[in-house]
């Protein structure tokens, strides 16, 4: 019996999303990168004991604690799930189980632009790739706010470039709510608003100014109810360190800092103008010269630019823009 090509095509897209889901739950639950923190800092691991996850995610005046509800969610389902199962294993506490749930999850919701790409030029084999290499990068730790921050992240990109800004603007507005990096969302926008040809400019700009104003009252709305630091550090880098710092000479800075510029460097090689179009080209080479920029922006407010999920908002339009060139199956 024949199988019709769209019906394969999508089992496929299900199959390797599926792997990729198993991945992680490997990854969790073999690996345990919270406990290999914990070990590396001498702490107790934050996903083998409810009191020390609430002094760190829940209390204020820690720096998760305006990054709340990815904090909440993991905890109230690992309550939950305390309810009704318990295990010798530190490996099955019900935090962990809870972060087993929802990390598999948060991935899924990140790459569910590749079962709506019809109709767009989204290579979704290759965006499945970019992404799940960005999210593979950061799970050498945990922490409840990276996965569903990139997932809205994700679709809130994916909606810029169908120029539909509403869905932006929820996804910009929901991503505040796990960590404050929704901010690039807003810069996106101002990208869009200087390449975009088809909106009318002022419909862009008013765009811009809805995203801008929306970010800042909803900033100072979470910071009132659930303060804390802006930095890790508390204090920002405002010296000659930004460029001289231990932490950007450190031997991993040496092999990171190749790696942020692979994603810029590829695109300029595979970028195709006549095909992706003019606009959105432009678009993609913004995202690639401000990637020094940002990097930058991450050590004034004293980043530890060697952690890669600290930069997945920088490098995820990229991704998109070396998926959204037509490559040949």
Known sequence: MKVDFDKREFFLKILLV???CLWIELFLFKYLPDIGTALYQKSRSDLTDFDVFRASYLANDSVHSARFLGNYILYGLARLLDACFHSP???????????GMLTPLYFVIGVSPIFSAA??????????????????????????????????????????????MPEVFTAMALMMLFRESAFHLVVLAAMWSATC???NPARRLAWIFILASFFVIEYKLIRF??????????????SREIFTGGALLSPTSLVTL???????????CVRNPDQTGVSLDKFFLLNCLAVPLWLIFYRVLGGNITEFRLLWPVLLPIIY?????????
């Open 119 to 164: 109709g767009t030029m989204l290579n979704w084999r290759v965006f499945l790739v970019g992404y799940a290499a960005l999210f593979v990068s950061g799970m050498y730790i945990f922490y409840p706010c990276d996965a569903p921050s990139l997932a809205l992240f994700s679709i809130g990109v994916f909606s810029l470039l169908r120029n539909r």
């Open 197 to 199: 040809r088809v909106e």
């Open 89 to 99: 294993d530190i490996r099955f506490h019900p935090l962990r189980i809870a972060a």
């Open 225 to 238: 109810w659930f303060p804390g630091p802006l930095t890790g550090t508390g204090q920002l880098l405002l």
């Open 321 to 329: 823009g070396i998926a959204w060139i037509p490559w040949r199956p």
């Open 258 to 268: 190749p790696l942020v510029a692979l994603p810029p460097l590829v695109y300029l």
């Open 18 to 20: 599926f792997a990729c």
